[in-house]
């Protein structure tokens, strides 16, 4: 089985601080990884995935994450927050690369950028 | 293209009543999924699709039926709605090697 945490259901930060929000997984078997954004009355965005290719992932507006084995994280950062990255930001985790067997969220970080 | 779109994007139901939620996608996706999401419970996933002519269930099933009509359409059926199936529903759809993509959503509220 496979399972999803998210440290912290609101994050708060000043607009030019350092995003960081932390997701810590559970998996059998080498997993896949996401980081989905939700901006407010609007569906789920892939921000970012990791396959199994390089550790550090790049992914859209800035966002950045970092796949630790020995941790079982998966935290996603952003060097600088601007206003526009209020959102829900939802990790998940897959065995089969999000395909047909389903992915397990996370409940979800509310993240609000301090003006 | 359209992506993944949803009908209707919003819905007030009375208690027992029954109704359908349309999902389509236009990518040419083998899988397609609904799920809810409730306050601090993040997505469940009530069924999915993971090709033309099949259906599993997922976390949530119960109270809801599926039919994936053909391979763009997977619509929801709520046979006779309950308050607690008031919630906000996705849709998505995905293929081997692309990421999930989500419909906007239907808000649902029965009363």
């Not at chain 1, 970092?66 to 996603?76: I, N, Q, R, V, Y």
């Not at chain 1, 601007?82 to 959102?87: E, L, Q, R, T, Y």
């Not at chain 2, 994936?68 to 709605?81: G, Q, T, V, W």
């Amino acid at each position: 089985a496979q399972s999803v945490t998210q440290l912290g259901s609101h994050v708060s930060v000043s607009e030019g601080a350092l995003v960081l929000l932390r997701c810590n997984y559970s998996s059998s078997v080498p997993p896949y990884l996401f980081w989905y954004v939700q901006y407010p009355n609007q569906g789920l965005q892939l921000l970012l995935k990791y396959t199994s290719a390089a550790t550090l992932v790049k992914g859209i507006n800035g966002f950045e994450a970092e796949f630790k084995k020995s941790e079982t994280s998966f935290h996603l950062t952003k060097p600088s927050a601007h206003m526009s990255d209020a959102a829900e930001y939802f990790c998940a985790v897959s065995d089969s690369g999000g395909g047909a067997d389903g992915l397990t969220f996370g409940k979800g970080t509310h993240l609000i950028i301090q003006p | 293209n359209a992506g993944v779109t949803q009908t209707p994007k919003f819905q007030v139901l009375k208690t027992g009543q029954s109704m359908t939620l349309q999902c389509a996608q236009d990518m040419n996706h083998n899988s397609m999924y609904w799920y809810r999401q409730d306050p601090g419970m993040g997505l469940r996933l009530i069924y999915y699709s993971a090709s033309e002519g099949t259906t599993d269930k997922g976390e949530v099933p119960n109270g809801y039926n599926v039919s994936r009509l053909n391979k763009r359409e997977f619509s929801l059926r709520l046979e006779s709605a309950a308050p607690s199936q008031t919630s906000v529903y996705f849709c998505a759809s995905t293929s081997a090697g692309t990421g999930r993509f989500f419909g906007p959503g239907t808000r649902l509220t029965v009363l």
